[in-house]
């Protein structure tokens, strides 16, 4: 049984044409439950169907395609990932799991290979969250996390609801198609950062993605004229913001355990020769523990942004608005995937997604785990996203190998 790296090479060259998204710049735009997304998606049931999947759509537009096992009584393995992108976005990120998982397919009717457990594809409706927020829309909602009506009700930019969109489309399918009981669940995707790269592998075996805390910080101080105001006699929300800002960042590299990102800032009124009364900030920080992020919000951070709003004479508040926990992949499996790829002699890194994925929905349900490949320089929501195909190869085959070894166990 083999992979076939250049049907692989074909069905994403076939998915990322002008036609469904594809961009001059190399890149992609597909949006979820857009006219592209649809082609897309057609394009991905006439393949199941020429693999005797007989293609079912559930109603968040989740597309399945079940290979029988020889006791078909028992649940699927599970391998998916999704179509849609975002604006601007790569080649590789979800359409490359996508592909992987009907090589899986493929490479075992080729091989006329039965398995015990049936094995399921799937692509995911709108995981990036560009369109419709939050991010896995659809398989949180198969998989408990939101309710249908909820998630229906989703509009974009445009005023346009998701559940519309869904039927424009015609994706819009039936509850009974939608997800059963699963054996486990797996995923191959691009790293979408540098690590893979910088240690020389070629698979990467995803620890769990981290936690997430998203907080809002507040900062006032006194509002007053840029010139008569001596420089010693201020109280800068723009300077204690910015002190602020430089902490979190020297906190997160003097631990080594959490990320810390400031990508949104406003300060008010926001003009010229006026000292800033008020800067808001958003700071989004991601670690694998929980424990370590509670000690960050409460301790660790809260002293030194104590210490600066002390010095610069500003108050500040910091509110938690978003929290997630860390979701660990089933450890059975990761085994498994590390003993496959070493007796292969793939090199392999064990390393932390700081991404979201739909497999960490995934994960509440049945046992999951994820594979990276090598992302080349490490970019990934741009149109220069791209993939080195020999490391590409040695993941997929690692995933064929996997799926094959929990569709005939059936233990993780
Ligand atoms: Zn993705």
Not at 63 to 88: C, E, F, K, N, W
Not at 92 to 100: E, H, K, N, R, T
Not at 227 to 241: E, F, Q
Not at 344 to 354: E, F, I, P, T
Request: proline share 6%; glycine share 10%; charged share 25%.
């Amino acid at each position: 049984m083999r992979i076939d790296l250049a049907r692989m090479q074909r069905r994403l060259d076939a998915l990322t044409t002008p036609a469904l998204g594809g961009t001059p710049a190399g890149g992609m735009n597909r949006l979820a439950l857009t006219d592209a997304d649809r082609d897309a998606r057609d394009l991905f049931v006439a393949w199941l169907r020429e693999e005797q999947l007989d293609p079912r759509v559930d109603d968040f537009g989740n597309i399945y395609g079940r290979r029988a096992g020889s006791a078909p009584a028992l649940p699927p393995v599970l391998i998916g990932s999704h179509l849609d992108t975002v604006p601007g976005g790569g080649r590789f990120d979800g359409i490359l799991g996508i592909v992987a998982a009907l090589e899986v397919v493929s490479a075992l009717n080729a091989a006329g290979r039965e398995t015990r457990h049936p094995i399921e594809i799937v692509n995911w409706t709108n995981e990036e969250g560009a369109r419709f927020t939050p991010a896995m829309l659809a398989s949180g909602a198969v998989t408990g996390v939101f309710a249908r009506e909820w998630v229906y009700a989703r509009t974009d930019r445009q005023g346009r609801s998701f559940g519309d969109e869904l039927a424009r489309i015609g994706y819009r399918g039936d509850e009974s198609a939608r997800l059963g009981p699963i054996a486990a669940s797996l995923e191959l995707h691009i790293e979408q950062g540098p690590i893979l790269e910088a240690g020389g592998e070629s698979v990467g075996i995803v620890e769990g993605v981290v936690g997430i805390r998203w907080c809002r910080v507040t900062v006032r101080g006194q509002s007053a004229h840029a010139g008569p105001t001596p420089m010693t006699a201020r109280r800068d929300a723009m300077v204690a913001a910015a002190r602020m800002v430089v902490a979190a960042r020297d906190l997160a590299r003097a631990r080594g355990d959490f990320n810390a990102t400031v990508g949104d800032l406003t300060p008010t009124p926001g003009v010229v020769n006026v000292i800033p009364p008020v800067v808001t900030f958003s700071l989004d920080l991601r670690g694998r523990d929980d424990t370590t992020l509670e000690a960050v919000v409460a301790d660790d951070l809260r002293k030194r942004l104590d210490h600066i709003a002390a010095e610069e004479g500003v108050r500040y508040d910091l509110a938690v608005e978003w929290s997630v926990s860390p979701t660990p992949f089933a450890p059975a499996i990761k085994d498994r995937a590390e003993a496959l790829c070493r007796a292969r002699g793939y090199s392999v890194r064990r390393l932390w997604a700081g991404a979201g994925h739909d497999s960490q929905y995934l994960a509440r349900v049945a046992p999951a785990a994820m594979l990276f490949t090598p992302t080349i320089g490490g970019l990934s929501h741009c149109e220069t996203e791209d993939a080195p195909w020999p490391d590409i190869a040695k993941a997929a085959d690692t995933l064929l190998a996997l799926a094959v070894e929990l569709a005939d166990d059936g233990e993780p």
